[in-house]
């Protein structure tokens, strides 16, 4: 009897053991998480200078500067340019935007100024419910295909 029972058969198992692969994945996950992040950073960025276009709206769009201190103005379709705070310009911006949704918004920042104050600018006017923002320039003046 004994002997039967050593040669009774093993049922051979045709599943697929898929743990050692989800362990790989998980640790590819981890690994591109970590790095992700540190892609999108340092990067150095060489923006070239063109002659653009202005663009051609029929209403008068709303303008907020932002002058070499930090300090903003915003100008309010025909009127005048007036100095604000970022919570007044953030609720003017915001009713003005919601009266009139085609008028064009648009941030003028100082060629000297810090980049800090027009970031603060745009997130104050996505605070605000203003979908579209564009960033406003001077044109260039005795340069020759953007290089002086």
Same mark, same amino acid.
């Given at each position: 009897?004994r =002997?039967?029972?050593?040669h009774?058969? &093993?049922? *051979?198992?045709?599943?697929?053991?898929?743990?050692?692969? #989800? %362990?790989?994945m998980?640790?590819?996950?981890i690994i591109?998480?970590?790095?992700?992040?540190?892609?999108?950073?340092?990067?150095?960025?060489?923006?070239?200078?063109?002659?653009?276009?202005?663009?051609?709206?029929?209403?008068?769009?709303?303008?907020v =500067?932002?002058?070499?201190?930090?300090? &903003?103005y *915003?100008?309010?379709?025909?009127?005048?340019?007036?100095p #604000? %705070?970022?919570e007044?310009?953030?609720?003017?911006?915001g009713?003005?935007?919601?009266?009139?949704?085609?008028?064009s918004?648009?941030?003028?920042?100082d060629?000297?100024?810090?980049?800090?104050?027009?970031?603060?600018?745009l997130?104050?006017l996505?605070?605000?419910g203003?979908?579209?923002?564009g960033?406003?320039?001077?044109?260039?003046?005795?340069?020759?295909?953007g290089?002086?």
């Open positions: 009897m =002997s039967s029972a050593r009774k058969r &093993l049922k *051979l198992k045709s599943e697929i053991n898929v743990v050692p692969y #989800i %362990d790989v998980l640790v590819l996950l591109f998480m970590v790095t992700a992040p540190m892609m999108n950073s340092n990067v150095d960025v060489n923006l070239p200078q063109a002659n653009a276009k202005s663009l051609q709206d029929k209403k008068e769009p709303v303008i =500067s932002v002058d070499q201190r930090g300090q &903003l *915003l100008t309010l379709g025909d009127t005048k340019k007036e #604000i %705070d970022a007044a310009m953030k609720a003017k911006v009713a003005f935007v919601k009266a009139n949704p085609e008028v918004v648009l941030v003028a920042g060629r000297d100024g810090k980049y800090d104050g027009v970031y603060q600018v997130a104050e996505q605070q605000a203003v979908a579209k923002v960033l406003m320039s001077a044109p260039e003046s005795g340069t020759k295909n290089r002086p």
